[in-house]
């Protein structure tokens, strides 16, 4: 570039020599204040350098003397937290779940917990917000409970699982396969089917219907009740109501009649610590279908190791 | 391209050291105006966290207070929530059309008078007076050697440096917490850490750009003046030598040996002498120019002196220059300041102001917001019935505890209740007490019966059961099952 420095006359500061249709740039000198401030940046970067992690390795970076680094500022502030939330963790461990309800700063406390560990053990099945997901797992949001909704059964139920072979204590019962094992006909199953649907107001009486009645007492009476309002003791769904796990339509019932599918649950308490059960025992109480403690002494259902079963 | 010569010479050198500036001290109206204008906004600075201002129990008593812990700014009678945060908008803007009104039509008279970095620079500069003596004094001092008395007045000077700028950045953060708790809890270590902090770096920045940098904050750092240009047109008042009557310039001898050769600038220098900003106003209009009008007072007192009209260094428009140039007569002051675009720029700023105080007569103190639950959008029930879950938030900004009534309307056969309630008991509305000052969020369960629209819009309404009926309502889906995808 060609070389045309001069001295401007206004201003009476050289220009930089650059020109462009005329138009000219002063050479403003920077005030010295500001090359001490770019020093002052290099001797911090120089100072940070020294201190934190930087320049980049084979495997990994340079430590810094500080020893400081971002997986172990989270630990300290996992700690720093877990501490913060000690004492209320320790009065929900200290407090029996059926007298949470009692405290409701402890209860607020125990559903935000729970809260937030439902979304990270239980959404996979039972979807955000414990919606649940049609014909596969049950929403927790709604009145109608397979092993009862009470706070110190829903606990039980986290606890123990559903239907866990290795448990004892486990939630269990076995609806028999009656149409693959052959213990009905497919014309009874059809049958029963019938009657099923006219307790649950679906379908009008018919001579079908009456035919399944007979059966209906003789083969799933026990477990379901003679009018079908199911058994909380064995997890017997009711079929008179308008919510159907598996579907309420004549194929989905015929396909469970035929293939029942005695649906699992983790036993959580051997994954969970007693206190995160709890909390995410308030909070599927809290989801809009909890149910009052049942009223045969509650304390002393409880005092037995937490209810013996779930008692309606 | 760069060459060494480029890095030596008068011309040549990359970086210019800032030059001294030591203004001398000077007395005037528009000195007098400074002072003024220096006692009130210190003052207010200083003082206003300190105000006491009575809102009952369940709030603060101080005046101003910006109380980002619990997300409420207080000013006198008016509380912001976060959610009316546009008051705070609306308060910038009217900042900014006033800066705007300001420049167009009295110049940089915020750079000369109200700017902090102008205010503080100023109190520095009287510092300055104060320990090392005037302008020629200071000179003195700066060029000499390291004596002892150099030694202690620079002790000295820095010390008082260090303590204004502490109490600087120590007022500042009154604004943010009660001023006496924290003022207690401050000297008793006892304060939070961000407290410490704000005023080390307000100190420090107090310390440094008005104790050192002063013009150089204008003239490099500072973003106003050069949009002021833009800002500015030839009716904007300016502090202008009035070259035409000054020029060219000789000393009262001079012109007395030569009659009508010379000007009225008697070329005293005063006027640079007593520049906060070191220039020479008689070079024309320029970045250094903070119009704080020293030189005005100045050079009337020397005009005083020998006898010569006041006014050769004057505010004066463009178009006011150009006109006594041509030898007429400019209109006085106030017919330039009345103009439409100032008047435009009043107007608006005024009816920015005038809105949000009728805005702030007219708000509701109580509003209730609701969200519906989008896991599950609806919960089938055993009854055939279907249940909506929603989240309530009811806000109540009164200093008092309120009860209210949420009522729902729109959904025949609905009813509603929240976590403590049961759907058994449940009827069209309940009742809740709302603690002062403070959200109260629910959990609102709606059912309604399952025959009715996929999606079907009502309204829930909250209410204060006492003196003020006021309330606020909100309009709300009820989803049914078909309305998934």
Not at chain 1, 247 to 265: H, K
Not at chain 2, 264 to 279: K, L, R, S, W
Request: glycine letters at 10%; one cysteine or more.
């Amino acid at each position: 570039m060609a070389d045309h420095k001069r001295i401007d006359d206004v201003t009476g500061t050289a220009t930089s020599g650059h020109e462009w249709d005329g138009i000219e740039e002063l050479d403003t000198p920077m005030p010295r204040w500001w090359l001490w401030s770019l020093y002052a940046t290099i001797v911090w970067g120089i100072v940070y350098v020294i201190l934190y992690p930087a320049w980049p390795m084979i495997h990994g970076a340079t430590e810094g003397v500080l020893g400081w680094s971002s997986r172990g500022q989270l630990e300290q502030e996992m700690q720093a937290d877990a501490q913060r939330r000690a004492p209320v963790m320790n009065a929900i461990a200290a407090t029996a779940i059926a007298d949470l309800p009692a405290k409701p700063a402890l209860m607020q406390a125990a559903v935000q917990g729970g809260a937030a560990a439902f979304r990270v053990h239980c959404v996979q099945c039972h979807g955000a917000g414990g919606a649940g997901v049609k014909k596969l797992y049950p929403s927790l949001t709604d009145d109608d409970w397979l092993w009862g909704g009470d706070l110190s059964t829903i606990e039980y139920t986290i606890t123990h699982g559903i239907r866990n072979p290795d448990h004892a204590a486990t939630r269990t019962s076995q609806m028999p396969a009656f149409g693959r094992d052959g213990i009905l006909e497919p014309a009874q199953i059809a049958d029963v089917v019938s009657h099923v649907r006219v307790i649950s107001h679906q379908e009008k009486p018919s001579a079908s219907s009456a035919r399944g009645a007979v059966l209906f007492e003789a083969n799933c009476a026990v477990c379901h009740g003679p009018a079908g309002d199911g058994g909380r003791e064995v997890g017997a769904p009711k079929l008179t109501d308008a919510i159907w796990l598996y579907g309420g339509d004549r194929a989905s019932i015929t396909a469970t009649v035929t293939q029942p599918r005695n649906g699992v649950m983790p036993r959580w308490g051997a994954r969970l610590d007693p206190v995160t059960i709890k909390m995410l025992a308030a909070y599927v109480y809290s989801l809009g279908g909890g149910e009052k403690a049942p009223a045969p002494a509650p304390a002393a259902a409880t005092a037995e190791g937490r209810g013996a079963d779930g008692q309606p | 391209m760069a060459s060494p010569e480029d890095l030596t010479g008068e011309h040549g050198s990359l970086y210019a050291a800032r030059k001294g500036v030591y203004p001398k001290k000077v007395d005037g109206p528009f000195r007098r105006f400074k002072w003024a204008i220096m006692a009130v906004t210190l003052a207010i600075y200083y003082g206003t966290p300190w105000i006491r201002w009575d809102r009952g129990p369940h709030a603060p008593d101080q005046a101003v207070l910006v109380d980002l812990a619990n997300r409420r700014f207080y000013m006198f009678q008016i509380e912001i929530w976060p959610h009316e945060f546009y008051y705070v908008a609306g308060l910038l803007i009217m900042a900014g059309i006033g800066l705007f009104l300001v420049t167009s039509a009295v110049g940089r008279a915020w750079c000369g008078y109200a700017c902090p970095q102008t205010v503080w620079t100023d109190l520095f500069q009287y510092v300055d007076r104060l320990i090392d003596g005037d302008r020629n004094a200071q000179i003195r001092l700066a060029n000499g050697p390291w004596t002892a008395e150099k030694i202690a007045k620079r002790t000295v000077k820095y010390a008082i440096y260090l303590t204004v700028a502490f109490w600087t950045g120590g007022a500042w953060i009154m604004y943010f917490a009660d001023a006496p708790t924290l003022t207690h809890d401050f000297w008793a270590g006892q304060a939070a850490p961000v407290a410490y902090v704000t005023v080390a770096v307000l100190t420090a920045t107090t310390f440094v750009l008005g104790g050192f940098l002063r013009e150089q904050v204008c003239i490099y750092m500072c973003p106003w003046p050069r949009i002021q240009t833009a800002m500015m047109d030839e009716k904007s008042l300016l502090v202008t030598y009035k070259d035409w009557r000054g020029e060219p310039r000789g000393s009262v001898k001079k012109a007395e040996k030569n009659p009508g050769a010379f000007g009225d600038c008697v070329d005293c220098n005063q006027c640079v002498a007593v520049c906060p900003t070191g220039i020479d106003i008689r070079e024309g209009p320029q970045i250094g120019c903070i119009t704080c009008a020293l030189c005005i007072d100045a050079c009337d007192s020397v005009m005083a002196q020998v006898g010569r009209p006041r006014g050769l260094i004057d505010y004066c428009t463009l178009d006011d220059a150009a006109t006594e140039k041509a030898g007429g007569i400019a209109p006085p002051i106030r017919k330039t300041l009345f103009r439409p675009r100032t008047l435009i720029y009043f107007g608006l700023w005024g009816a920015i102001g005038l809105a949000m105080l009728f805005t702030l007569g007219q708000r509701t103190r109580l509003d209730l917001a609701v969200q519906h639950e989008r896991s599950p959008l609806y919960v089938q029930l055993s009854d055939g019935a279907i249940r909506n879950n929603y989240t309530l938030k009811l806000r109540n900004m009164e200093l008092r505890p309120r009860d209210v009534e949420v009522t729902l309307s729109g959904l025949p056969g609905a009813r509603l209740w929240t976590e403590d309630g049961a759907r058994e008991t449940a009827g069209q509305s309940l009742r809740m007490p709302l603690a002062p000052d403070s959200v109260t969020s629910a959990k609102l369960f709606v059912v309604a019966p399952g025959a009715g629209p996929a999606r079907q819009d009502f309204t829930i309404a909250v209410r204060a059961l006492d003196d003020d009926p006021r309330g606020d309502r909100e309009t709300i889906q009820f989803d049914r099952p078909g309305t998934e995808p």
